[in-house]
């Protein structure tokens, strides 16, 4: 498959397919702090914060998947190893054990806000190639974040 089936420009995409991949890195990473933190929560905020979670690595699987076929969609592979998300990941990985819960909600409100700047580079980018697909799935993976991050925010009391 090539761009230019679902009528875009080969040239004006390959940005936004380089992004997507430095996305989908970026999540993978998040994915699995997500994981440590759902496994190896502890403390008087371990019911909530354990399905919280669990919530949140579900939505992001969820979205992994999408931004990989996304790529695809555009007419290139996905990066697929976890050595090249490790290398091109702004997140980076974390040792969860023995973690506070509200250090891992500092964690993971950081990763948010990295991928939100991502997500917001990801619009600039899609706009400019005329990528609405791109465009929508990004902005509603955005704006999840950004209502997850107001509620992190109010659980940890934090402005």
Known sequence: MDAKEIS??????????DLLNDYLAN???HYQKLRGCHW???GQN????????????????LTIDEIAERVLTLGKPPHSRFADYI????????????MK??????????????LIELERELLEATDK?????????VNRFMQFKEKNTWMLRSFAGKK
């Open 27 to 29: 999540y993978h990473i």
């Open 101 to 114: 819960d509200l250090d891992m909600v500092d964690a993971i409100l950081d990763d948010m806000t990295n």
């Open 40 to 42: 190896n929560i502890k």
């Open 87 to 98: 290398k091109e990941s702004k997140i980076k990985e974390i040792d969860t054990i023995g």
């Open 129 to 137: 190639a005329g990528d609405d697909g791109s465009n929508d799935m």
């Open 46 to 61: 371990f019911f909530t914060l354990h399905v919280k979670f669990e919530e949140l690595y579900t939505n992001a699987q």
């Open 8 to 17: 875009l420009n080969e040239k004006e995409v390959k940005p936004v397919v």
